[in-house]
């Protein structure tokens, strides 16, 4: 019985790379499916995001190797095994265990704690689930890691914390406005950060937007998409007052905001407060701005300070991390050796119970004069005893795999008793 993941992510391959062998959730049923015509005895799932495409495959027996999951991914991509196969990695057993453990963790994702990896691999696994490509182990295996990724969440703080430019823009405002519900909000500049602060105060309830940019198209376009209003470049002084949030970043090599001008604004507000980001490099905002009262105003480095201290805090929370992991791995790992030793205990009940049956079968012609009630109570009795005798022996077995001796168990008894010859490969 063996557990196989084979793959690439952003640190192994580039995207040029990961794009060639990225599925999607259409083609991926299709693409278990002709796994499994290869490979009829096997479990697999497929995990394919941005970052990452993954295939994990369980069998009894080992039949299938690295090599066979390689020339798959070529054959189904229709691209040269040789352009992408020193970009990849792979796992086995509980090494397997530990890197899927680990990925549902957000542990090994370009932004560390982020949740969206946990989604996708829920997602993969419930995509291999309605196609039937799993089975025992693969169940365990991605019930157990997505265990783990809700244990690690909730008990260490490595998704604590805001860690990109845009959130922490948008969690500094709401410690001033607490509520985006009716609050107009000025963008100067329609590049891509912009975007990303607006999607981000959009989710957050913010649905006034008005996008001032040096190309108006370019403006129109953006405030189309969140059905808000695009403005001449040169109007963008009279907005300002009427502005709760504005957010500059534009390419100019000077101010675009002048203290002069929020000055003005701020006099018009009846005591509301104005807050400014400036995201551009050189900033857009003259910083005398923020010394104005019921003003504030934050700057790139000030975003970028409170992104790496998260960062820095989540770090830390890696090593516990990694403790939670190693311990859930030793766990799954018992279980699958558990489930090793499966086979080997039915096959030792049903080797006694064969001998008492023949035994029976041998006695029964012998009282003939015996009821059917007391012949049943004979069976009965040495069906008991059968199952009392191989009682703990079964135990014993089951406490032999959870510690790792669960093969040399199995040895032992075949020698004892001189069975299982035919279904070794079973217990490897």
């Given at each position: 019985?063996?557990?196989?993941?084979?793959?690439?992510?952003?640190?192994?391959?580039?995207?040029?790379?990961?794009?060639?062998?990225?599925?999607?959730?259409?083609?991926?049923?299709?693409?278990?499916?002709?796994?499994?015509q290869r490979h009829p005895k096997a479990e697999a799932v497929i995990l394919s995001t941005c970052n990452r495409v993954e295939m994990y495959v369980s069998t009894l027996d080992d039949t299938v190797q690295v090599e066979d999951v390689l020339s798959f991914l070529a054959e189904f991509h229709r691209i040269e095994l040789s352009s992408f196969s020193s970009y990849m990695y792979h796992n086995k057993n509980?090494?397997?265990?530990?890197?899927?453990?680990?990925?549902?963790?957000?542990?090994?994702?370009?932004?560390?704690?982020?949740?969206?990896?946990?989604?996708?691999?829920?997602?993969?696994?419930?995509?291999?689930?309605?196609?039937?490509?799993?089975?025992?182990?693969?169940?365990?295996?991605?019930?157990?890691?997505?265990?783990?990724?809700?244990?690690?969440?909730?008990?260490?703080?490595?998704?604590?914390?805001?860690?990109?430019?845009?959130?922490?823009?948008?969690?500094?405002?709401?410690?001033?406005?607490?509520?985006?519900?009716?609050?107009?909000?000025?963008?100067?500049?329609?590049?891509?950060?912009?975007?990303?602060?607006?999607?981000?105060?959009?989710?957050?309830?913010?649905?006034?937007?008005?996008?001032?940019?040096?190309?108006?198209?370019?403006?129109?376009?953006?405030?189309?998409?969140?059905?808000?209003?695009?403005?001449?470049?040169?109007?963008?002084?009279?907005?300002?007052?009427?502005?709760?949030?504005?957010?500059?970043?534009?390419?100019?090599?000077?101010?675009?905001?002048?203290?002069?001008?929020?000055?003005?604004?701020?006099?018009?507000?009846?005591?509301?407060?104005?807050?400014?980001?400036?995201?551009?490099?050189?900033?857009?905002?003259?910083?005398?701005?923020?010394?104005?009262?019921?003003?504030?105003?934050?700057?790139?480095?000030?975003?970028?300070?409170?992104?790496?201290?998260?960062?820095?805090?989540?770090?830390?929370?890696?090593?516990?991390?990694?403790?939670?992991?190693?311990?859930?791995?030793?766990?799954?790992?018992?279980?699958?050796?558990?489930?090793?030793?499966?086979?080997?205990?039915?096959?030792?009940?049903?080797?006694?119970?064969?001998?008492?049956?023949?035994?029976?079968?041998?006695?029964?012609?012998?009282?003939?004069?015996?009821?059917?009630?007391?012949?049943?109570?004979?069976?009965?009795?040495?069906?008991?005893?059968?199952?009392?005798?191989?009682?703990?022996?079964?135990?014993?077995?089951?406490?032999?795999?959870?510690?790792?001796?669960?093969?040399?168990?199995?040895?032992?008894?075949?020698?004892?008793?001189?069975?299982?010859?035919?279904?070794?490969?079973?217990?490897?």
């Open positions: 019985m063996s557990i196989l993941v084979i793959g690439l992510n952003h640190r192994s391959a580039p995207v040029e790379i990961r794009e060639k062998l990225a599925f999607n959730a259409n083609n991926i049923p299709t693409a278990l499916s002709f796994f499994l509980d090494h397997a265990a530990h890197h899927l453990f680990f990925v549902a963790a957000s542990l090994d994702s370009m932004v560390l704690g982020e949740s969206q990896i946990l989604s996708q691999v829920k997602e993969a696994y419930t995509i291999a689930c309605m196609q039937e490509t799993t089975g025992k182990v693969l169940n365990l295996l991605f019930q157990q890691a997505l265990n783990v990724a809700k244990v690690i969440h909730s008990q260490t703080a490595i998704g604590k914390g805001k860690v990109s430019i845009s959130s922490v823009a948008v969690e500094f405002a709401e410690k001033i406005f607490q509520d985006f519900t009716g609050k107009i909000v000025l963008v100067v500049g329609a590049g891509e950060m912009c975007e990303l602060l607006i999607k981000h105060l959009y989710e957050e309830g913010a649905r006034t937007f008005i996008v001032a940019n040096r190309t108006f198209e370019r403006a129109q376009e953006l405030a189309d998409t969140y059905q808000g209003q695009a403005i001449k470049y040169d109007l963008l002084g009279e907005y300002l007052g009427k502005a709760d949030i504005i957010i500059s970043s534009t390419s100019a090599p000077h101010y675009v905001i002048h203290a002069n001008q929020v000055r003005e604004a701020i006099k018009h507000r009846r005591g509301n407060p104005i807050f400014l980001i400036d995201i551009a490099v050189p900033r857009d905002i003259e910083p005398d701005v923020g010394n104005i009262d019921n003003v504030y105003l934050y700057n790139i480095d000030d975003l970028q300070s409170v992104v790496n201290q998260n960062i820095d805090e989540r770090t830390k929370e890696i090593e516990k991390c990694r403790s939670i992991i190693e311990e859930e791995v030793e766990h799954f790992m018992a279980k699958i050796e558990e489930m090793k030793i499966e086979p080997a205990i039915t096959l030792l009940r049903n080797h006694f119970h064969t001998i008492g049956r023949d035994e029976l079968n041998r006695l029964k012609p012998k009282l003939r004069n015996m009821n059917e009630g007391d012949w049943n109570q004979v069976v009965y009795t040495v069906e008991r005893t059968i199952n009392k005798i191989l009682h703990h022996p079964a135990k014993v077995a089951k406490l032999e795999a959870k510690n790792g001796g669960g093969y040399r168990y199995v040895e032992i008894i075949k020698k004892l008793f001189g069975i299982f010859h035919h279904t070794e490969h079973h217990q490897r």
